[in-house]
């Protein structure tokens, strides 16, 4: 018998999942069929920050910027272990030049043309105070003035820098945020399908009847929906006109953005917003304890089967758009690592990749006379008001509930905003062998059920093996049974960012370990 289903969405990254999260909470029966794991391409490749998107005030994109900043404090409160506040730090100084592609420096450019494409220290402020007050700021502090001649955050920079404005925005575990809305959604219903992809489509009784096929075997398996949510990300394009063959207008633009990660480069733990004499910004953010992580670039990007990589030119971009602020210069042989994500921006025809709006786009299609929905551009820090215009969009065909995730914690994610150190502490307190590192990075990606992946544990031979870097078969075990594990990559690059930390043989060890676990040829020793 073919299940059925009122929804098939296509796309497990952050607002496919958003979206299965929601509907099924809405009353909807959810099957998600994601082609590689969970989270894999753009979600698992941003800068990892929720924020309203200073700069995007230039382009005059108030309405996206203050949903984005409202949306800040919504998610802080549903996920503290994944997401906390940071401060950025915005160095000034009057020979700033910048480019005159936007509608603010056009304008500047015309009203008051002696700056010659400086930012004046007016307008930052004016951005500012509109950032600290469009979202109605209840947890996160204001923007204050820094002197960097005698402060910490000047230290790392050179001595021209001797002014900045100091503001707020949040951290966000970006894979995490995906699989833990994937973990909801299964838990109040949906089924969610990794490694299936989605290869054919046809409408049938008004509905759609869609072939899944399973990458790692090449079966294939047929289920019906009511309507298709077409949220494939880079492959949105892809899934309209070769899948669901529709008629819609509109289109996708992929702008690859990509990161290069270093040694740390400064002590304190607060982050950078620098600006560029080419209109760009990047910012350089602490990273993994013992890292810094700078990024982003905009480049074209054509084929969404290409895997993006960070091209040696962009690499030397971010490396000298770095040298410009610090005291002490780096080089590429100071990178460590490297990650490229591509955005799917809906197609407004902007003149350049990096004035492409970031807002999302959402149709309505029934071209095929069955309805589907398709979902282009959005930004992680709106991925659940996205999902929410969404399942509007879905409203209109099937009958859906109220609105309800707003505050609504995520999997580990009950407990206060400023409750990581007494998580951590108890942690320690019941699990003598941990020490503080690991407690963190378990409360940190875990919340409240860091317990659950520990278990009866007494001691640490209690875990069984281990693959390095505090990473032990009990919690592998854990992630395969409940975050869709199926490689060593899916825990050490997304469930986790160890890969950082261990060797390439141990990852080559731990995946033959998952395979043969996923075979059942090891005994469950840590359990």
């Keep these: 018998m073919t299940p059925e289903y009122d929804l098939l969405v296509i796309g497990g990254g952050i607002n ?22 969970i989270g894999s391409a753009t979600s698992a490749s941003s800068t990892k ?36 506040p940071m401060r950025f730090v915005l160095p000034y100084h009057p020979s700033m030049r910048f480019d005159t592609t936007t509608p603010t420096s056009k304008l500047l450019n015309i009203v ?10 007016w307008l930052i402020r004016l951005g500012l105070f509109l950032y600290d007050n469009l979202g109605g700021r209840k947890i996160l502090p204001g923007t204050t003035s820094v002197d960097l001649r005698n402060s910490p955050e000047g230290a790392p920079l050179k001595p021209k820098f001797e002014h900045a404005y100091e503001y707020s925005d949040c951290w ?34 008004g509905g759609w009847t869609v072939t899944l096929t399973d990458t790692n075997s090449d079966r294939e398996t047929q289920v019906t929906a009511r ?37 740390r480069l400064f002590e304190h733990d607060k982050c950078y917003f620098f600006q560029g004499t080419d209109g760009r910004i990047i910012f350089a953010i602490p990273y993994e304890t013992d890292f810094t992580l700078i990024g982003t670039t905009d480049q074209e990007h054509h084929d969404p089967d290409k895997k993006p990589e960070c091209t040696p030119e962009e690499q030397q971009y971010l ?3 770095m040298n410009a ?9 100071d990178i460590v690592w490297t990650y490229s994500g591509v955005r799917p921006l809906f197609d407004d025809g ?12 959402i149709h309505l299609d029934r071209s095929r006379g069955a309805p589907a929905v398709n979902v282009f551009g959005g930004k992680i820090t709106t991925y659940r008001r996205l999902a929410e215009s969404a399942l509007e969009k879905v409203g209109e065909v099937l009958h859906v509930k109220a609105p309800w995730t707003a505050g609504v914690p995520l999997p580990g994610g009950d407990f206060p905003v400023d409750g990581v150190l007494p998580l951590m502490d108890g942690l320690m307190r019941d699990y003598s062998f941990l020490d503080p590192a690991w407690a963190r990075r378990l409360v940190r990606a875990y919340g409240t059920q860091a317990r659950a992946v520990l278990g009866d544990a007494q001691e640490v031979a209690d875990l069984g093996r281990h693959f390095g870097a505090s990473l032990t078969e009990r919690e592998v075990r854990w992630l395969m049974e409940n975050e869709y594990v199926q490689r060593a990559e899916d825990v050490v690059w997304r469930r986790s960012k160890l890969g950082l930390r261990m060797t390439a043989e141990e990852i080559a060890t731990l995946d033959d370990w998952i395979a043969e676990a996923a075979d059942g040829r090891l005994s469950k020793a840590a359990e």
């Design 16 to 37: 496919g999942c958003g979206i299965a999260r929601d509907a099924t909470g809405r009353g909807l029966s959810v099957c998600l069929a994601e082609m590689n794991d």
């Design 49 to 84: 920050l929720f924020h309203g998107g200073l700069r995007y005030l230039e382009y005059f994109e108030v309405r996206l910027v203050r949903e984005a900043l409202v949306e800040r404090e919504t998610l802080l409160r549903a996920m503290p272990h994944i997401a906390w």
């Design 112 to 121: 008051m043309p002696w700056m010659k494409g400086r930012r004046p220290a």
């Design 172 to 205: 966000v575990e970006d894979s995490r945020l995906v699989v833990l809305n994937a973990r909801d959604a299964e838990a109040r219903g949906a089924r969610i399908l990794t490694r299936h992809k989605v290869t054919g489509a046809e409408p049938s009784d």
């Design 227 to 263: 309507m298709i949510v077409n949220a494939a990300g880079p492959w949105v394009g892809d899934v309209l006109r070769g899948t669901i063959r529709s008629n819609q207008t509109g289109g996708v633009r992929l702008v690859r953005g990509s990161h290069i990660v270093t040694k």
């Design 319 to 321: 490396v000298d758009f």
């Design 325 to 333: 602020y610090l005291a002490d210069p780096i080089s590429t042989d």
């Design 350 to 361: 902007a003149t350049s990749a990096t004035a492409a709006t970031r807002d999302y786009t």
